[in-house]
Structure formats: C-alpha cells, structure tokens
C-alpha cells in the first residue's frame, strides 16, 4: 500500500477587492475582486498557473534520473474559457526548454510530463489539453 500524499490550503476573503491563501509558510494574493486586480492571479490563471508549476516540478523530478542536461524551462499556458456552462474548454500549452539533447530525448521529458504529474492528470480528462515541448532556438 502506498502512501498517500495530502495538501492543504486554506483561503480568507480580506474584503471586496480580494482574498488570501496560505499554505506552509506561503501566502499569496488572490484576484476575488468582481473588477478584477492587476496585482494577483484569479481563480482560472491560478489553474494555468499550477497547471505550469506541475510539468516544472515534473521536468525538475525527472532530470535527474534521465540524466538530461538542462539550463532552463519557460512554459507559455493560453486557456481558453466557456461561458455556460462556466469551464475552461481548452488548454494549449508550450514547454520551451533550454538543452542541447536530442529530440528523441525531448520527446521522452514531454511523455514524463504527460504521464506523471498531478495536475495535468487532473485537468486532463475534462479538458481540451494540448502542447508541445521544444528547445529554445
């Protein structure tokens, strides 16, 4: 039987112009405002945002064990939202890495991303979820 791993977050409304969330040691601002604010995420740019942080997170895990020789990773997120009923229909992602590997070995870090991370897996089946990885020209 494996373990399995928990997480918690906990967020409180400051006032009308948005709210908070903490979790270990982190806060951050959260865009609650109906106006909107320029200086915080909202609820869907969250979604990318964590949706991004995942496959960082899974290139960060696998690197090492696939020995594959990195020097960055940029990841361009566009969501596209439907009105009714309220849901982001469509993801389209670009993982941009920054490597002198061969594409085969490309190829191998974006099937890991795919297949192990957490969030894509859980935003996957409800969404249109598309992207490549490619290096940096």
Do not use: W
């Amino acid at each position: 039987m494996t373990t399995k791993l928990e997480f918690f977050v906990t967020a409180r409304r400051v006032d009308a112009s948005g709210s908070v969330a903490t979790c270990k040691e982190a806060t951050l601002t959260l865009d609650t405002a109906l106006a909107g604010r320029r200086d915080a995420l909202n609820p869907a740019e969250l979604l990318l945002a964590a949706l991004s942080a995942c496959m960082i997170k899974g290139i960060e895990r696998v690197v090492p064990m696939l020995k594959f020789s990195l020097r960055g990773v940029e990841i361009r997120v566009h969501g596209v939202r439907q009105d009714v009923p309220p849901r982001m229909e469509r993801i389209d992602y670009e993982i941009v890495v920054d490597t002198d590997e061969p594409d085969r070995r490309l190829e191998l870090l974006h099937d890991n991303v795919k297949k192990y991370g957490t969030v894509f897996n859980t935003v996957a089946p409800g969404t249109e979820l598309t992207g490549v990885l490619v290096r940096t020209k």
